[in-house]
């Protein structure tokens, strides 16, 4: 039914529909979707903007209200039975709560920025990236990252690709920062969990470290520092790393039905991929929710410890986590009096600085700019972390 109105529509979306009430409602709409004389005229515009409607109006009756609480209360507390106040009836409360939460969130919003991104296929995105000079250019590589797949594995084959496509190496760095760690997965669960305003200050944060070290290894002039390889377009194909998330992207000029099906696909695979990762790490914030004395860690990484950006950082490093794998823990880690900065810190550490990630990055880069990305990386987001603590 859906298909057939959309087949029939005039793609001139009237502001008396109730699609119009939601654009009007919410800022992101307004933002996104630009309209024109009281209707959405672009035929992209208007379809994506018929879709997504339902979602936004379930974000906005969702994320400020906190539906789930009384219901999960009532579960953990009536059905299984567990004491309110005690560190278990907490633990069990936390978990349940977030799980729900966060599977939720990363449902609804997977599908529907995996919709959108069916729109604007890599392609794409590396024309119009190549036609911008290098500093606006890093911004909007910057911007482009956040819409990306959110794996480390999936944006190197993406960097590849626009190397070889002739983007300035800065521009493709700036890329390449941004994408594993301001993701669309990221920006999902800290809103749940944090809330708009921490939410702005990591994009804001992050966005500047991309643009920053994306500027600073252009000016450096490192093109020699990128294995040979990767320049040479005859071995494109034989060039890409395969990604272990699976990762299929969108045709160029699919159907409706086509982008619907691919949106589903994504979100049912890549929640499949990430359950384990988000249980663990959900598991670990109840356990530091419940058990962990009040006091500990305000004391060893509160902001009267000088070194305590650099420690979690350096503690960051060696796990292996996406977002979604990681910000429960940070949660529960900033409930306990961690300061912001030392936890922002902390969650850049894992998303951007992992081992695995320099492993899959050691393929493309040569051991010396491999060093220099480290060492820019690790200075800024130190850097931030200070910053964040001083300013809150």
Not at 220 to 242: G, H, Q, T
Request: proline share 6%; hydrophobic share 55%; net charge positive.
């Amino acid at each position: 039914m859906i298909m057939a109105l959309m087949k029939k529509m005039t793609y001139s979306i009237p502001c008396r529909a109730w699609h119009m009430n939601v654009y009007a409602l919410l800022p992101v709409g307004r933002a996104v979707f630009p309209a024109s004389s009281g209707a959405i005229k672009s035929k992209k515009y208007a379809a994506i903007w018929l879709y997504l409607s339902p979602v936004l109006l379930f974000l906005r009756a969702v994320l400020p209200n906190d539906m789930l609480k009384e219901p999960v209360d009532y579960f953990v507390y009536n059905v299984l039975g567990m004491s309110p106040g005690t560190r278990l009836g907490e633990a069990v409360n936390f978990f349940v709560y977030d799980t729900i939460k966060i599977f939720l969130l990363l449902a609804v919003l997977i599908f529907a920025i995996s919709f959108i991104r069916s729109f604007f296929p890599p392609e794409r995105v590396r024309g119009f990236l190549t036609r911008k000079n290098e500093y606006i250019g890093n911004v909007l590589a910057a911007l482009v990252g956040i819409i990306t797949p959110f794996c480390s594995c999936s944006a190197v084959p993406l960097f590849i690709g626009f190397v070889e496509s002739g983007i300035p190496l800065g521009v493709t760095f700036s890329f390449l920062i941004a994408s594993p760690t301001i993701n669309e997965v990221a920006v999902i669960l800290l809103l749940g969990l944090f809330g708009w305003k921490i939410t702005a200050l990591y994009i804001g944060s992050g966005l500047a470290i991309a643009i920053a070290a994306g500027i600073v290894i252009g000016r450096l002039k490192l093109e020699s520092e990128v294995e040979d390889y990767v320049y040479d377009v005859l071995n494109r194909k034989k060039a890409a790393i395969p990604c272990a998330c699976g990762e299929t992207m969108a045709i160029e000029q699919p159907a409706m039905k086509e982008r619907i099906a691919y949106a589903y696909s994504y979100m049912a695979e890549l929640l499949k991929k990430l359950f384990p990762y988000v249980v663990v790490a959900i598991a670990i914030g109840a356990f530091i929710h419940g058990y962990a004395p009040e006091g500990l860690l305000a004391e060893y990484a509160g902001k009267d410890n000088p070194v305590a950006v650099p420690i979690a950082v350096l503690i960051g490093v060696p796990l292996y986590s996406n977002a979604a794998g990681i910000l429960p823990v940070v949660a529960a880690l900033m409930e306990k009096g961690v300061p912001v900065g030392t936890a922002l810190a902390f969650m850049m550490a894992v998303t951007a600085l992992s081992f695995p990630e320099m492993i899959i990055l050691r393929k493309v880069l040569k051991p010396k700019l491999l060093a220099i990305y480290i060492a820019i990386l690790t200075v800024a987001i130190i850097f931030i972390g200070y910053l964040f603590n001083l300013a809150t």
